[in-house]
């Protein structure tokens, strides 16, 4: 190795360009989610409206607090969403480039189906795909050292949690299989 | 003295095998994330959680709490090796600690890092042991407008005395908040924001939101920066670490600045990162060679530490006396004590003695042990980070879903994980602090009961929360904070204004 002893170095082969191109600006990002947060206060506002906010003979009704809270979350969203519209310094920034989307979503992709696959699989056969998946293919990582870390690991969990310490996980065919 | 018959008890509640050996799981497991990339206080503290469940809450608070004093030093590792901050409050550590590794200093450099957070933890732990029973039996003739008035006051000085722009610290508490009322409310019994969905009658579990706000989201922004790192191996030998202590007395004042600064702004909400800063400008604003500063100096490494770690510690004060969490991850600690049934507040200190005194002296003994397994340790964890994080991330996805479902046995609860994660990602980018949030989630449902019971005891009169003395003082208090800019703004003027006037008389 060339590296000397006292350094650690750990090189990242498929790190995000900083040339990469912008897939979305920070301003148009920052518009998205106040309008999101205005909405959703509006919707939230409603419905605290709907159960009552005013005063029942006996103090507040249940809407009451909710309501005001959302009327200040609306407020805050509107001025949000004002200076996003009106500011200079967020136009020309990046909120994600395409390099970094990229690999925002090797992970999110695989979390997402991790979640499926737990609903039908049970989850520790889905977090071994997950692991050994994510190891062979994204790592790159040899395929047998990538199914033994999947292996021990979701072994080594299910051992902990559902053995040991008594507490249930959503379990499949697979676990079914050896009669758990 | 009544505290230390009190403490002595605590030591027997853990000076048993069983909790010792979860002190140090719970400290080397701290340390392992704190040392990882992307991970630190709040995050390890929301993964591991679940591993606690099933325990007594002692054992489990005991081992909670070492596996944040053990993400403390762990941050420190990575700061001075790598120049890598695990978290915003490291970011002093690395001004001069990086550098001193950088001149083969690192054996220095981490041992003054190691011996400073174990002092600042020390003087408020020291505080919180004579402190935290005086006011938790001052809280207790606290009626609900009082408790109001102290949530309003934590939330109002979110807002006034915060960094981030002020609509984004309002966004966010408004939104925990108003989730935290989703579900059957607890007065009137009517079902509050669930829109007709059967799996939002429980309510939003604060500790699922979290899990994915800070694990989730965590891994997202990690897997967008770029991952190579290059930093120092080093080892601790005692020959240095003695140099080191023999040089302490030196630096005693700052020191004891740093202590200060950091117990004091650790009991206000969200105080350590700025502790951290204060303590390493005040150490060099009163050293005689402040040019060396910057270049590896170590006592750019005691002041910031110690202060950061005295006021990491000093956040569980308010959170043991009045159930007001002064940190992210003391509003997890807080999240956790409830899942025990636990119900944090004054009257904790009357009615689970064995358990507060436990805590408590599991954060004198933790901080002792803690210190000992770094200082031998360091290697091992400085190796951790050979260790791809392709192996890393999907294994904590993994722990966080295992978190999720384990709190309420629901599968909607991971759905639930994912969608925070996807918020706290955008949140972080977009710049809306989640640290209010937080804490909103976790105070919510109390601070409204208290705001209704208050408003029913005086048939609706907001005169209450200014009835007397006490409350309306924390009332006043609570308001000025909120105007804090801009009263002053107004007073900078004042000044202004009166300079001149008195230039010409």
């Not at chain 2, 005693?252 to 800063?277: E, Q």
């Not at chain 2, 040019?291 to 530490?305: D, L, M, Y």
Request: charge should be neutral; hydrophobic fraction near 55%; glycine fraction near 12%.
């Amino acid at each position: 190795m060339a590296t000397p002893d006292h350094e650690i170095v750990v090189e990242d082969p498929d790190a995000p360009d900083s040339a990469s191109p912008t897939l979305a600006g920070a301003r148009s990002v920052n518009i998205v989610v106040y309008l999101l947060l205005f909405g959703l206060s509006v919707l939230l506002g409603y419905d605290n409206w709907r159960t009552g906010m005013g005063w029942a003979p006996e103090g507040p009704q249940p809407g009451y607090f909710p309501f005001y809270l959302s009327v200040m979350m609306g407020a805050a969203s509107l001025y949000g969403l004002g200076a996003a519209l009106w500011s200079s310094t967020l136009s020309g920034e990046a909120f994600v480039t395409h390099d970094q989307f990229r690999r925002v979503m090797q992970v999110f992709v695989p979390t997402l189906l991790f979640c499926l696959l737990t609903q039908w699989l049970g989850l520790y056969v889905a977090s071994f795909l997950l692991i050994a998946g994510f190891m062979s293919i994204i790592g790159r990582i040899a395929l047998w050292k990538s199914l033994l870390t999947a292996a021990v690991f979701s072994i080594g969990m299910f051992v902990v949690f559902d053995v040991a310490f008594d507490v249930i996980m959503p379990k499949g065919p697979l676990e079914a299989f050896f009669g758990y | 003295m009544e505290a230390f018959g009190l403490l002595f008890h605590g030591f027997t509640v853990l000076l048993t095998g069983k909790t010792l050996v979860l002190m140090v799981v719970g400290l080397v497991l701290g340390i392992f994330v704190g040392v990882l990339p992307g991970l630190g206080g709040p995050n390890g503290v929301a993964i591991l959680l679940p591993l606690t469940f099933t325990m007594d809450p002692t054992s489990a608070i005991v081992m909670l709490s070492c596996i944040y004093w053990g993400a403390l030093f762990g941050g420190a590792i990575t700061s001075i090796l790598f120049n890598i901050p695990g978290e915003a409050w490291s970011v002093a550590t690395t001004f001069d600690g990086y550098p001193m590794a950088q001149n083969g200093q690192a054996a220095e450099a981490l041992t003054a890092a190691f011996t400073s957070s174990f002092i600042g933890s020390l003087t408020a732990v020291l505080l919180i042991t004579f402190l935290a029973p005086g006011i938790a039996s001052f809280a207790l003739r606290f009626g609900p407008p009082e408790f109001f008035a102290v949530y309003l006051l934590t939330f109002c000085s979110f807002v006034g005395l915060g960094r981030e722009e002020k609509h984004k610290t309002i966004i966010s508490m408004a939104l925990g908040l108003l989730l935290a009322g989703v579900g059957m409310d607890t007065v009137s019994g009517t079902l509050r924001m669930t829109f007709e969905f059967s799996e939002l009658l429980r309510g939003i579990n604060f500790l699922v939101a979290v899990i994915g706000l800070f694990g989730i989201s965590e891994i997202l922004l990690t897997m967008e920066e770029r991952l190579a790192l290059r930093g120092h191996a080093a080892s601790i030998s005692l020959r240095v670490v003695l140099r080191v202590w023999r040089d302490l007395p030196r630096y005693a004042m700052t020191l004891f600045r740093s202590s200060v600064i950091g117990c004091w702004l650790g009991i206000t909400p969200g105080g350590a990162i700025a502790a951290s800063f204060m303590g390493y400008n005040l150490a060099k604003r009163f050293s005689k060679d402040k040019e060396s500063f910057g270049k590896g100096r170590i006592e750019g490494v005691f002041a910031p530490e110690t202060a950061a770690h005295a006021s990491g510690t000093a956040a569980l004060l308010p959170m043991l006396a009045l159930g007001i969490p002064g940190s992210g991850t003391a509003a997890i600690l807080l999240g956790g004590l409830m899942v025990w049934g636990l119900n944090p507040g004054p009257l904790l200190f009357v009615e689970h003695k064995d358990f507060v005194w436990g805590l408590i002296a599991s954060m004198y003994l933790g901080n002792v042990v803690g210190l000992v397994i770094v200082l031998t340790t360091v290697p091992v964890f400085a190796a951790i980070l050979r260790v791809p994080f392709a192996a890393i991330a999907p294994m904590i996805v993994v722990s966080c879903a295992i978190g999720a479902f384990a709190i309420q046995n629901a599968m909607f609860d991971i759905w639930l994980m994912l969608v925070f994660g996807v918020v706290g990602y955008v949140f972080k980018k977009v710049g809306i602090p989640l640290a209010p949030f937080t804490l909103a989630l976790v105070l919510g449902s109390r601070t409204e009961d208290s705001f209704r019971l208050a408003m029913i005891g005086a048939e609706g009169d907001l005169r209450v929360f200014w009835s007397n003395w006490l409350v309306g003082s924390i009332t006043t208090l609570a308001i000025v904070l909120l105007f804090w800019p801009a009263i002053g703004a107004v007073l900078t003027r004042a000044r202004g204004l009166l300079r001149p006037a008195r230039g010409a008389a």
